[in-house]
């Protein structure tokens, strides 16, 4: 599958502080790439070298397979993208702060409404950009990034701020991006957001990835058992099952690799041989969950 972002060992460093440290990533072309961590991680600096904001210190980066540093023009040709809180005049309506863009860049007036239909903005183009809500003003900043019709669009906390309702509209709009053939790189905070839309993440604590990949395989599934006693023996009823791939502890339950449809298999099987079954169901945890637990272990380490 073709590759959109990557990089080598990409490192920034600000005086004695390490804000990014060898990270190295890789999104591929046509998915929603969440990029997480908490505040002060390391995922705006990054973001920055990705656009050729600032320079990294060592390490590489490749955007639509152009080298970030060497290529700029080319790399950015393609990329569309809202970093933090978008800028805009107060006293222009939402089209004309577009027209402003749009012209700069050699573009239609055409594309200006091609783009505020996009991001469902049409009726409120005339309105000053000072009267718009933050969703609005969040959806106005990603139309934006589409003027140029770009292929790859990086995106820094578009929900921040935002209540319940306004973040609907910019999953529901990332969503529309990507179903577009666009590649998103999600940058956010916001765990359970992420975990809605994004099909891999890398998740990133004190500028370092300590976990990365398909987020349907971090989170952890299965079928939950807590036993009354009986701990290893139970255990080795569990682990001699050819149907049970895998059994691990769960907050002192056992959490089974098997199909949720084998609960029934499972409970008669321990209490079948002695040992009495105290809760038994379907787990399926959630990715705020795994990412406490890996940042909670590297913290012990």
């Known amino acids: ?20 440290d060898r990270i190295n990533l890789e999104v591929r072309s046509g998915e929603i790439f969440g990029f997480l961590g908490p505040n002060g991680a390391g995922k705006t600096t990054t973001i920055s070298m990705l656009l050729g904001l600032i320079r990294p210190t060592s390490g590489r980066a490749f955007v639509l ?32 702060n577009l027209r402003v863009l749009a012209r700069a860049a050699g573009l239609p007036d055409r594309r200006v409404d091609e783009v505020l239909e996009q991001v469902d903005l049409s009726s409120r183009a005339r309105d000053r950009f000072s009267a718009y809500s933050q969703g609005m003003k969040q959806r106005l900043g990603i139309a934006a990034a589409l003027l140029h019709r770009p292929r790859l669009i990086m995106l820094d906390e578009p929900t921040n701020g935002l209540d319940p309702a306004g973040q609907l509209e910019i999953r529901n709009l990332v969503r529309s991006l990507a179903d577009s053939g666009r590649t998103v790189f999600l940058c956010s905070h916001m765990l359970h957001e992420v975990e809605q839309i994004c099909q891999r993440v890398a998740i990133l604590k004190q500028g370092r990835i300590i976990a990365q990949g398909e987020v349907a395989a971090l989170v952890r599934r299965g079928v939950l058992v807590r036993t009354i006693g009986e701990r290893e023996r139970a255990e080795a009823l569990l682990r001699a099952t050819p149907w049970i791939s895998s059994v691990s502890d769960c907050g002192g339950a056992f959490l089974i690799d098997a199909p949720g449809d084998r609960t029934a298999d499972i409970n008669a099987l321990l209490t079948a041989s002695g040992v009495p079954v105290a809760e038994i169901r379907k787990y399926e945890s959630s990715l705020e969950e795994f990412f406490l637990e890996v940042t909670a272990e590297r913290e012990r380490r």
């Open 65 to 96: 397979g152009y080298d970030i540093q060497k290529e700029t023009a080319a790399a950015l040709r393609e990329v569309g993208a809202m970093i933090e809180s978008p800028a805009f005049y107060p006293y222009l309506s939402g089209r004309d």
């Open 1 to 20: 599958m073709e590759t959109t972002i990557r990089t080598e060992e990409l490192t920034k460093r600000f005086g004695d502080r390490v804000a990014v």
